[in-house]
């Protein structure tokens, strides 16, 4: 078991390079993926990045026309951007930025600071209720994917200042940084958004999981899960 003072940085050797792609076949230590040899590691996370940036340039074309009149509507029905960005927790610790179409009111966390969503939330628009509902506000992390810093599969990332309080709570929470996080993932598929401590902690579970069993094949039987869920064929 990780020591809770473990930080994502802790978790890998020191790559030479900068690429995420690059260090996530080299630089990871093997005992983090028990399933699999470094050699098997490697040709997994090479097949796994060709599945995500193929798979984003295919959906990122097909969907266009509905992420153009989505964003249309969100410009015509409130005040503000169609698009938002928001710092999130990637691989190795990392900060990047996200890409979503904005389904709150403007500047609703102003007062507020950085907090989840929860059921019922005042802050989401009608017009961001249905966007989340049918998870069409996601298709802009679909230039996350081919850009390497998200995979379609993997832990969901999490905003900088509440991963950092996270991290103080529960213990190896910094283990699930140790893929790309992704846009769907086993505890996404599981379970609902989190609203607690406690959820996450069940979330962390799943997360686990999915890097102890860390494969191509796995990514493969997720993206079809996520399509059926999206669909109200699997609960």
Same mark, same amino acid.
């Given at each position: %078991? ?6 994502a940085a ?12 690059t260090?996530?076949?080299?630089? /990871?230590?093997?005992?983090?993926? !028990? ?5 098997? %590691?490697?040709?997994e ?5 060709c ?5 984003a ?12 009149i989505? %964003?249309?509507?969100?410009?015509l ?6 698009l ?7 691989q ?5 930025t996200?890409?979503k /179409? ?12 950085p ?8 802050r ?17 992390q679909?230039?996350?994917v081919?850009?390497?810093q998200?995979?379609?599969?993997? !832990?969901? !990332? ?7 309080k ?9 283990l699930?940084?140790?893929v ?5 993932g ?6 609902? !958004? ?8 069940q979330?962390?579970v799943l ?5 102890r069993?860390?494969?191509a ?6 993206l079809?899960?996520?399509?059926l869920k999206m669909?109200r064929?699997?609960?």
């Amino acid at each position: %078991m990780l020591k809770p003072s473990m930080t994502a940085a802790s978790l890998f050797s020191k790559g030479q390079g900068t690429d995420a792609s690059t260090e996530s076949t080299s630089a /990871i230590k093997p005992s983090i993926f !028990p399933a699999h040899s470094a050699a098997r %590691m490697r040709m997994e996370f090479a097949v796994k990045a060709c599945i995500d940036r193929s798979l984003a340039a295919i959906l990122l074309v097909l969907t266009a026309p509905l992420l153009l009149i989505s %964003m249309a509507l969100v410009k015509l029905t409130t005040r503000g951007p169609a698009l938002y960005s928001q710092k999130r927790v990637g691989q190795f610790g990392r900060v990047f930025t996200i890409w979503k /179409i904005r389904t709150m009111y403007h500047n609703c966390e102003k007062l507020t600071g950085p907090k989840w969503s929860t059921p019922g939330d005042p802050r989401v628009t009608k017009l961001g209720g249905v966007l989340r509902a049918l998870h069409i506000d996601e298709l802009p992390q679909l230039m996350n994917v081919l850009r390497g810093q998200m995979s379609l599969i993997g !832990p969901r !990332p999490e905003r900088p200042e509440i991963a950092r309080k996270l991290t103080g709570l529960i213990e190896a929470y910094d283990l699930r940084h140790a893929v790309l996080p992704g846009i769907s993932g086993n505890a996404q598929i599981h379970l609902p !958004p989190d609203t607690n401590i406690a959820d996450v902690r069940q979330k962390l579970v799943l997360d686990r999981d999915y890097i102890r069993k860390f494969s191509a094949w796995l990514d493969v039987k997720m993206l079809v899960l996520t399509g059926l869920k999206m669909v109200r064929l699997y609960r």
